[in-house]
């Protein structure tokens, strides 16, 4: 099976392309332009580096969230609308599960965070073992402190993930001395990496018009929409 996998959930953004494991070619960068500038043109070089086209894609993967609202919607829309061109079928993986896939095969327990901002993280808990990947704790948004209550007890090799990691540890070193930062190519997200998730799924992959991005938070026109109307809204990524 070829995937073709796509993240820009965070500042970062990557496409790969994978043929039943095998990593065929993977395009990354990690700079200030927006994922509406760089996006596309990454996936056509891609084709044309490893000599293959998009018809002979057979399943799409993205990363759906958490992360940036505006990152998260420019990679959704464009996998759903190659896939919908092509009527292949999609797998939504979380952003948060596909950088623990970074740590694959190193026995350990994985925390990918990312920075809410606010001091808190978006972050889940993932252990590798001889059977795969266990999900310890869901997707959410936690302040930083309690984060560092749930990981003080760990004693194995923990490793931070994600655009948050080296902030968290930073922070949290001197109170934690388990944690790890993996060689910064296994920090941020990638591509490849949510494309071996999504070969787990690939038998559950869903249509195209199924896809819709996890924010785990309200986007900011809706907080501000609540606020007017004197609600209280939780912060999100794009603001507090």
């Given at each position: 099976?070829?995937?073709?996998?796509?993240?820009?959930?965070?500042?970062?953004a990557?496409?790969?392309?994978?043929e039943?494991?095998?990593?065929l070619g993977e395009?990354?960068?990690?700079?200030?332009?927006?994922?509406?500038?760089?996006?596309m043109p990454?996936?056509e070089?891609l084709?044309a580096?490893?000599?293959?086209?998009?018809?002979?894609v057979?399943?799409?993967a993205?990363?759906?969230?958490?992360?940036?609202?505006?990152?998260?919607r420019?990679g959704?829309s464009?996998?759903k609308?190659?896939?919908?061109?092509?009527?292949?079928a999609?797998?939504g993986?979380?952003?948060?599960e596909?950088?623990?896939?970074?740590?694959?095969?190193?026995?350990?327990?994985v925390a990918?965070?990312?920075?809410a901002?606010?001091?808190?993280?978006?972050?889940?808990?993932?252990?590798?073992?001889?059977n795969?990947?266990?999900r310890l704790?869901?997707?959410e948004?936690?302040?930083?402190?309690?984060?560092a209550?749930?990981?003080e007890?760990?004693?194995?090799?923990?490793?931070?993930v994600?655009?948050g990691?080296q902030?968290?540890?930073n922070?949290l070193n001197?109170?934690l001395?388990?944690?790890?930062l993996p060689t910064?190519?296994?920090?941020?997200?990638?591509?490849?990496s949510?494309a071996l998730?999504?070969?787990?799924?690939?038998?559950t992959?869903?249509p195209p018009a199924?896809?819709?991005?996890?924010?785990?938070?309200?986007?900011q026109a809706?907080?501000?929409?609540?606020?007017k109307?004197?609600g209280?809204?939780?912060s999100?990524?794009?603001?507090c």
């Open positions: 099976m070829r995937i073709l996998a796509v993240d820009t959930s965070s500042q970062s990557s496409c790969a392309l994978t039943d494991g095998r990593l395009c990354f960068t990690n700079v200030r332009l927006t994922h509406s500038q760089t996006l990454m996936i070089g084709f580096q490893t000599q293959t086209s998009i018809e002979s057979d399943l799409f993205v990363t759906e969230g958490p992360g940036s609202f505006t990152g998260l420019i959704l464009a996998v609308g190659m896939a919908h061109a092509l009527g292949r999609c797998a993986i979380s952003t948060l596909a950088l623990a896939w970074n740590l694959c095969g190193i026995p350990c327990v990918p965070v990312l920075d901002r606010c001091n808190q993280v978006y972050t889940a808990l993932f252990r590798w073992t001889d795969g990947l266990e704790f869901a997707d948004a936690i302040a930083l402190d309690t984060l209550e749930r990981l007890n760990l004693e194995t090799p923990l490793f931070l994600g655009d990691a902030m968290c540890y922070k001197g109170r001395q388990s944690l790890r910064p190519a296994l920090l941020y997200a990638r591509a490849s949510a998730a999504a070969a787990q799924r690939a038998a992959a869903v199924a896809l819709a991005p996890v924010y785990l938070r309200l986007p809706e907080r501000e929409r609540l606020a109307a004197g209280a809204p939780s999100g990524r794009e603001g």
